[in-house]
């Protein structure tokens, strides 16, 4: 690249949130800047970000579990360094490529499936609401019916197929009319499930074993019972493992916490991607597969452009087989035990920690109004008649400006906040965020305090905007 070009390039440095602001998003750069989170992070590498000043931020929301990897991992990159050296032929589209190949090899053994439901086949896409699109079309094609289930608080992405199984209002509302024959169902709930199924006129029922905006997770036995009713009801289980699966939760996929519960279809992305390329992956089995492309004539009837290109192929073979020279899985599961036992310890300790829960490395803690202090609920109330969702910004901004942990509020009107560690992370920085932890739980029980008062003040500011 001419070195014009690069020195053009660095003299634009600092200049992102005016371009945001003019070009982009300009809303998103006012949140941004109320609550002190627009920081200059001009490098990553792998848990950590580090600002202009050269400050360094432990990555607690790992680009919403894109970098389970950390950031720039050197091997996933060098796979991509190789691959681009190689002028490889890369989307012939009349051609097969080796990459996708081996990709699905990989992913398929790991789903740990096989006989007559055997998860043997993937169809690759860009990203996880694709998945998503692709699962709701694979289910109706095979199952000739069309009524999709989902669940309270479901998150399975925002195009217009994946959000009409968005269990949240806020993000359905105003984008007019949204997939005809989609139902709600309660999370974690059989008896919805058994009665939303009741017509045998379901496709299927999609969920996220651990739940994206809440850090639900299914209850012991539900999702067994759960396929089992599909089953008898001739509809597919549907694992939307985007978030929870590839490592996060201590197994490659999520529903294997649960040994008897086969899917019929898995939906991955994010982490695939080692942070470098998009991608997203479905997971099924020959049966669906071969009544969707059931002649040469439909041998593409779904596809994509970009699916299967040699980028994303090469970050997540890169991804995959980083994840298995370093035993990633088992790690996770380490270190998710360790920091949710401690986590859950400190929850104990503060009358405002309603549940620490998660699984593996994808854990959070859900507030609530205190019980027994006065002082503390009078506190509560004063908050939530201004701005429901602002007190777990209450921790998460001093996590951000006095501890230097980044993280976000997990949902919208929940008080949730929801951490995404790297699944490299190590007991040092779990006992930094731990730290950071017991502090800012321990600052929110101090009133009147400094804490308090700014946030009563930045409650009244939203209202006002
Ligand atoms: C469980 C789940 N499904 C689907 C999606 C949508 O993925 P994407 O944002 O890549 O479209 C997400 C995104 O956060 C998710 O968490």
Known sequence: MSSDFLSWLEAQQGRQYELHSEHINPVFVKMLRTIGFDKQYVRGEGCYLYDRHGERYLDMLTGWGVFALGRNHPRVREILEHVLSREMPNLVRMDCSLLSGLVAEKLTRHTELDGANG??????????????????????????????LYCDHAFHGLTTGSLSLNGA???????GELMPG????????????EQALHRKDVAAFVIEPVQGKSCEVVKEGYLAEAQRLCRRAGALLVADEVQCGLGRTGK???????????PDIVC????????????????????????????????VVHSNTFGQNDL??????????????????????????????????????????????????????????????????AAWDTLHTLNFGVFSQMLVMPLLHRHRILTQVAGYHTEVIKFLPPLIIGKEDLDWFLSAMEQVLADVQRIPGNVWSTFTGLAKGALRA
């Open 182 to 193: 989609t139902s709600a169902v309660r999370f974690n709930d059989l008896v919805s499930l």
């Open 268 to 299: 991955t992305a994010k982490a695939l991607s080692g942070g470098y390329v998009p991608v997203g992956a479905v997971i099924t089995n020959p049966k669906i597969m071969d009544s969707v492309f059931n002649s040469m004539e439909r041998c």
């Open 312 to 377: 994303a192929m090469a970050a997540a073979l890169g991804t995959l087989h980083v994840m298995e020279q370093e035993r990633i899985v088992e790690r996770a599961a380490c270190m998710g035990r360790y920091v949710m036992e401690r986590l859950t310890a400190l929850g104990e300790s503060c009358p405002f920690v309603s549940e620490v829960r998660g699984r593996g490395l994808m854990f959070g803690i859900d507030f609530k109004r205190p019980e027994n202090s006065l002082r503390l609920k």
């Open 169 to 175: 209002e806020f993000f359905r509302e105003r984008f």
């Open 119 to 148: 998860l043997s086949r993937v169809f690759f896409c860009n990203s996880g609401t694709e998945t998503i699109e692709t699962a709701i079309k694979f289910a109706r094609c095979h199952t000739g019916k069309s009524r999709i």
């Open 252 to 262: 490659w996929f999520a529903y294997q916490h649960w040994p008897e519960v086969e």
